[in-house]
């Protein structure tokens, strides 16, 4: 079971996120205004996959009409599918592991130009 509560920290800011659910193979985390959550679920079948979810909230101009603030959301994702057997958790961590370092060399570019729709 992960700590409680989990910490993220987004544009500097640390949000505390306190554990709001538990379940088979599954919890949520969410900061006291419930604008960030995580969950995390894993699913067992002919391969196990392991989710991993961060969901954020706010409330910003409506581009038609700029002097009303509307809700919009986005959610991110990381999805672990491995076989029963085969890999070690060693193993599995360490092609995480270096798909992360890929995707935060310099400054996090390889992320900047996936979000501009860069392939």
């Known amino acids: 079971m992960f700590t409680d509560p989990q910490s993220v920290t987004i544009s500097g800011s640390a949000k505390s996120l306190a554990r709001i ?33 961060i969901a954020v909230s706010k409330y910003a101009a409506d581009p038609l009409f700029p002097s009303q603030n509307v809700p919009y959301s986005m959610s991110f994702y990381i999805v672990a599918d491995v076989p029963k057997v085969g890999y070690t958790v060693a193993e599995q961590k360490a092609v995480i592991d270096g798909f992360i370092t890929q995707l935060n ?15």
């Open 105 to 119: 060399a310099t400054s996090g570019a390889l992320i900047t130009k996936w979000l501009s729709g860069e392939n």
């Open 21 to 53: 659910s538990t379940g088979d193979n599954a919890a949520r985390y969410a900061n006291d205004d419930g604008s960030v959550l995580e969950s995390v679920q894993h699913s067992y079948g002919k391969r196990n996959r392991r989710t991993f979810r």
